[in-house]
């Protein structure tokens, strides 16, 4: 191939990368969907009677908002802006593509750009934290991995170390996931005081804000962090036990989950798909690895150790490592590390064994190809899900007038813990409604009137006015 025939090829693959990932947050926008903190937040575009310096500081000023001041400021900007148009709020969406694009300018100066086009696809389509690449709300992951990512630039690239130690700050004041990334940064620092400097510029700074300037400036400020699970030695094992179980087990039964739903593939998707594979083969049928076997081991090691190290945030939280539901939200520093370890090790391990070049291209393209089919069975998931809810809320709206009900509290039961393990159309039990902050705008979408009824899920709330079952396309009301 010639070397202008091979810049188109990869141009080509790049483009298709992009477009794809274009092409499933469209389908998520178009569709209108909306699942579990999102459906909260876009309501409360709703009742926004403020100016915009009233909302921002009112909002920031939150439980959820005052440790992440960073990322609070641009969802916030996002709802003031979206109380006329729902539409609005997915702009959040298009932080995702924005990290693909820092991931790849920062690995294309460490690596090749065909590495980084390689490492920003498998990053797109993974299976690890689905919430961060469909939920508006996880902007603040994205904008945390932007910010990370380029601290490390600064680091390896630039050798400025004051700017690397201020964007790893606002990366953890956007969200916390990569707060034991800082070991990362710390082993890319060549002198030893250099790195002492940096580590108590970036913990000091991180310190003096979580625990004087954040109680001074916010009256509804919130310490997320648990330090006492440290010495919980049950919990962390259990941490450990369910992160190999995330990554041995978990993993590899979404795959499956996903071609078990294939039929749902349309016509459109499966092109995308077919041509990204095969961009994938092209672009490295003539890719040379000797060159880069070096820093391939050497990226290798440093993100096996990134993706070990990110786990270490759990021991600091109340949350657990888990590929489902929303609470795989926290997995952005999980996601990169993995990512980029697996990619590295793999073309790495291909090329020391000298596997022909037409071989590597191939095993790279039905990679591909498998994890963009699970990654689009994600997306029908979560598209499933938001009809899932819309259903739910309709049939109790049915119900509401038949029997005449115009205000009070609603509990409705549609077994939501066995809809989401036993029903087929869910990979990663996608977030159903659950909690009664999500009612309220699905209420509203269905023509329920959100201030004169509150909807509970039964298994959150059994004390309520009214009851509504539903079960086998039945419902009833007591």
């Given at each position: 191939?010639?070397?202008?025939?091979?810049?188109?090829?990869?141009?080509?693959?790049?483009?298709?990368?992009?477009?794809?990932?274009?092409?499933?947050?469209?389908?998520?926008?178009?569709?209108?969907?909306?699942?579990?903190?999102?459906?909260?937040?876009?309501?409360?575009?709703?009742?926004?009677?403020?100016?915009?310096?009233?909302?921002?500081?009112?909002?920031?000023?939150?439980?959820?908002?005052?440790?992440?001041?960073?990322?609070?400021?641009?969802?916030?900007?996002?709802?003031?802006?979206?109380?006329?148009?729902?539409?609005?709020?997915?702009?959040?969406?298009?932080?995702?593509?924005?990290?693909?694009?820092?991931?790849?300018?920062?690995?294309?100066?460490?690596?090749?750009?065909?590495?980084?086009?390689?490492?920003?696809?498998?990053?797109?389509?993974?299976?690890?934290?689905?919430?961060?690449?469909?939920?508006?709300?996880?902007?603040?992951?994205?904008?945390?991995?932007?910010?990370?990512?380029?601290?490390?630039?600064?680091?390896?690239?630039?050798?400025?170390?004051?700017?690397?130690?201020?964007?790893?700050?606002?990366?953890?004041?956007?969200?916390?996931?990569?707060?034991?990334?800082?070991?990362?940064?710390?082993?890319?620092?060549?002198?030893?005081?250099?790195?002492?400097?940096?580590?108590?510029?970036?913990?000091?700074?991180?310190?003096?804000?979580?625990?004087?300037?954040?109680?001074?400036?916010?009256?509804?400020?919130?310490?997320?962090?648990?330090?006492?699970?440290?010495?919980?030695?049950?919990?962390?094992?259990?941490?450990?036990?369910?992160?190999?179980?995330?990554?041995?087990?978990?993993?590899?039964?979404?795959?499956?989950?996903?071609?078990?739903?294939?039929?749902?593939?349309?016509?459109?998707?499966?092109?995308?798909?077919?041509?990204?594979?095969?961009?994938?083969?092209?672009?490295?049928?003539?890719?040379?690895?000797?060159?880069?076997?070096?820093?391939?081991?050497?990226?290798?090691?440093?993100?096996?150790?990134?993706?070990?190290?990110?786990?270490?945030?759990?021991?600091?939280?109340?949350?657990?490592?888990?590929?489902?539901?929303?609470?795989?939200?926290?997995?952005?520093?999980?996601?990169?590390?993995?990512?980029?370890?697996?990619?590295?090790?793999?073309?790495y391990f291909l090329g020391q064994i000298k596997f022909k070049k037409n071989?590597?291209?191939?095993?790279?393209?039905?990679?591909?190809?498998?994890?963009?089919?699970?990654?689009?069975?994600?997306?029908?998931?979560?598209?499933?899900?938001?009809?899932?809810?819309?259903?739910?809320?309709?049939?109790?709206?049915?119900?509401?007038?038949?029997?005449?009900?115009?205000?009070?509290?609603?509990?409705?039961?549609?077994?939501?813990?066995?809809?989401?393990?036993?029903?087929?159309?869910?990979?990663?039990?996608?977030?159903?409604?659950?909690?009664?902050?999500?009612?309220?705008?699905?209420?509203?979408?269905?023509?329920?009137?959100?201030k004169r009824i509150i909807i509970h899920n039964w298994e959150r709330q059994?004390?309520?006015?009214?009851?509504?079952?539903?079960?086998?396309?039945?419902?009833?009301?007591?």
């Open positions: 191939m010639s070397k202008s025939n091979y810049e188109k090829s990869f141009i080509l693959l790049f483009f298709l990368v992009f477009f794809y990932v274009f092409y499933t947050l469209y389908a998520i926008y178009s569709s209108n969907v909306v699942l579990a903190d999102d459906l909260a937040m876009i309501y409360l575009a709703k009742d926004i009677d403020q100016n915009y310096f009233e909302h921002i500081v009112s909002f920031v000023d939150s439980s959820t908002m005052s440790a992440r001041p960073v990322s609070g400021f641009i969802t916030g900007t996002i709802i003031f802006l979206s109380q006329n148009n729902d539409q609005i709020y997915f702009s959040g969406l298009l932080f995702f593509p924005l990290s693909l694009l820092t991931i790849y300018f920062v690995l294309n100066k460490i690596l090749t750009k065909e590495i980084a086009c390689l490492a920003i696809l498998f990053y797109a389509v993974s299976m690890i934290g689905t919430s961060i690449q469909f939920s508006p709300i996880m902007l603040n992951s994205n904008v945390a991995t932007i910010f990370y990512v380029l601290s490390i630039y600064f680091i390896v690239i630039k050798k400025n170390l004051i700017l690397s130690s201020l964007l790893f700050i606002l990366s953890i004041l956007s969200y916390e996931i990569f707060f034991m990334g800082i070991l990362i940064n710390i082993l890319l620092i060549k002198e030893n005081k250099k790195k002492i400097l940096y580590t108590l510029l970036t913990l000091g700074l991180l310190f003096f804000y979580r625990k004087f300037a954040q109680v001074y400036f916010f009256t509804n400020s919130y310490q997320r962090d648990s330090v006492s699970n440290i010495f919980d030695m049950q919990r962390n094992f259990k941490i450990i036990v369910w992160s190999g179980k995330m990554i041995f087990r978990d993993y590899f039964v979404a795959i499956y989950r996903s071609f078990m739903n294939i039929g749902k593939v349309n016509l459109f998707e499966w092109a995308i798909a077919i041509l990204l594979s095969y961009g994938v083969f092209n672009v490295l049928r003539t890719f040379d690895l000797d060159l880069n076997s070096k820093k391939l081991k050497k990226v290798a090691m440093i993100t096996l150790c990134g993706f070990i190290f990110s786990f270490g945030i759990f021991i600091f939280s109340t949350y657990m490592p888990t590929l489902f539901g929303f609470e795989n939200r926290n997995l952005g520093s999980v996601r990169l590390f993995f990512t980029i370890s697996f990619l590295c090790f793999l073309l071989g590597i291209a191939l095993v790279f393209s039905i990679f591909s190809l498998v994890l963009i089919i699970s990654d689009l069975g994600v997306k029908n998931s979560w598209m499933y899900a938001n009809d899932f809810n819309n259903n739910i809320f309709r049939k109790i709206k049915i119900k509401l007038d038949e029997n005449n009900i115009e205000e009070g509290s609603v509990c409705v039961d549609f077994d939501v813990y066995k809809e989401v393990e036993s029903n087929t159309n869910f990979i990663l039990r996608e977030p159903l409604f659950f909690n009664q902050w999500e009612s309220q705008e699905l209420a509203f979408k269905n023509g329920i009137d959100p059994k004390k309520c006015d009214y009851q509504i079952l539903i079960k086998n396309e039945k419902v009833l009301i007591k």
